[in-house]
T-cell receptor, first 114, second 116 residues
Framework: GQQLNQSPQSMFIQEGEDVSMNCTSS?????WLWYKQDPGEGPVLLIA?????ELTSNGRLTAQFGITRKDSFLNISASIPSDVGIYFC??????????????FGDGTTLTVKP | GAVVSQHPSRVICKSGTSVKIECRSL??????MFWYRQFPKKSLMLMAT?????????EQGVEKDKFLINHASLTLSTLTVTSAHPEDSSFYIC????????????FGSGTRLTVV
């Protein structure tokens, strides 16, 4: 089956620093999604990417859908303590969410030191 | 919009008993819902796809008789862990597609199951 390699596995950064994480796949996806999970909660969708090359921002977050459709990255600028959590990338093969299901990366655990 | 409510958030049960977890889409209809299991510091492992009005589709290695899934209405899917054992202790999360034109999924808040 499809596999997603997400890196880095964990990051320890100082408040105010920028963060970058990425996902690579062995095969093509039509949609890339980035989620954040707080402890004891379900993941929350941050950014959805639908087209190869697409660059999308959500506040301090920016994500890009790789041209090859096999990778995506997420950047967080000027990190703050509430950015702490686990970030997951997910890829979908089929455009319709009612027909497809997501493949998830292993997550990047972000720790922000005040 | 697109809110998914999962209940209970935490449950402790005795070994050998069964536990039912509910997943409701509050403001939209979901013909499909997904059930995941998550171990500490690990990613989401898809267990099964719940289909309204028909049988669930289980991922390879997931015991159908152990994890019973029912999707009787367009807004409710349930996961029952039967004859629970300590190794079934985990964080279970459901999700539903956000809509035809809105990709991505809305997740429930998860259920922490502890079997003692």
């Amino acid at each position: 089956g499809q596999q997603l390699n997400q890196s880095p596995q964990s990051m320890f950064i100082q408040e105010g620093e920028d963060v970058s994480m990425n996902c690579t796949s062995s095969s093509i996806f039509n949609t890339w999604l980035w989620y954040k999970q707080d402890p004891g909660e379900g993941p929350v969708l941050l950014i959805a990417l639908y087209k190869a090359g697409e660059l999308t921002s959500n506040g301090r977050l920016t994500a890009q859908f790789g041209i090859t459709r096999k990778d995506s990255f997420l950047n967080i600028s000027a990190s703050i303590p509430s950015d702490v959590g686990i970030y997951f990338c997910a890829g979908q093969l089929l455009r319709s969410t009612n027909a497809g299901k997501s493949t998830f990366g292993d997550g990047t655990t972000l720790t922000v030191k005040p | 919009g697109a809110v998914v409510s999962q209940h209970p958030s935490r449950v402790i049960c005795k070994s050998g008993t069964s536990v039912k977890i509910e997943c409701r889409s509050l403001d939209f209809q979901a013909t499909t819902m997904f059930w995941y299991r998550q171990f500490p510091k690990k990613s989401l492992m898809l267990m099964a796809t719940s289909n309204e009005g028909s049988k669930a589709t289980y991922e390879q290695g997931v015991e159908k008789d152990k994890f019973l899934i029912n999707h009787a209405s367009l807004t409710l899917s349930t996961l029952t862990v039967t004859s629970a054992h300590p190794e079934d202790s985990s964080f279970y999360i459901c999700s539903a597609p956000r809509g035809v034109s809105d990709y991505g999924y809305t997740f429930g808040s998860g259920t922490r199951l502890t079997v003692v």
